[in-house]
């Protein structure tokens, strides 16, 4: 079994900073990418930002410049830095990572709980 154990999140007022952690265990062979998805009240989950195990990365555009994702390959966590908050950012954010059980080449996706990030004044 597989595991994502997300934390971090919380109450942040606007221009405040927050940092996301999410740590998988469990049965892992390998992990490809890792990533971050949300879902505000009312609107769709979207991404935020993943990042591949050589460390490239992909941001929404919401994100770019101000959020900053991370991994230790070593520790199979992502870290999402999320500095310059508006209330935009308040949702609930999962994190994911894509990896093999088995090590036969065959790949899932896997999903954290997803801590809530509430930006207000």
């Known amino acids: 079994q597989v595991q994502l154990v997300e934390s971090g999140g919380g109450f942040m007022q606007p221009g405040g900073s927050l940092r996301l952690s999410c740590a998988a265990s469990?049965?892992?062979?390998?992990?490809?990418?890792m990533g971050w998805d949300r879902q505000a009240p009312g609107k769709q989950r979207e991404l935020v930002a993943r990042?591949?195990?050589?460390?490239?990365?992909n941001y929404a555009r919401s994100a770019k410049g101000r959020f900053t994702i991370s991994r230790d390959n070593a520790k199979n966590t992502v870290y999402l830095q999320m500095n310059s908050l508006n209330p935009e950012a308040t949702a609930v954010y999962y994190c994911?990572?894509?990896?093999?059980?088995?090590?036969?080449?065959?790949?899932?996706?896997?999903w954290g709980q997803g801590p809530q990030v509430t930006v207000s004044s």
């Open positions: 994911y990572a894509v990896l093999s059980s088995s090590g036969r080449g065959v790949y899932y996706n896997y």
């Open positions: 469990g049965s892992i062979f390998s992990i490809n990418d």
């Open positions: 990042i591949t195990t050589d460390g490239s990365t």
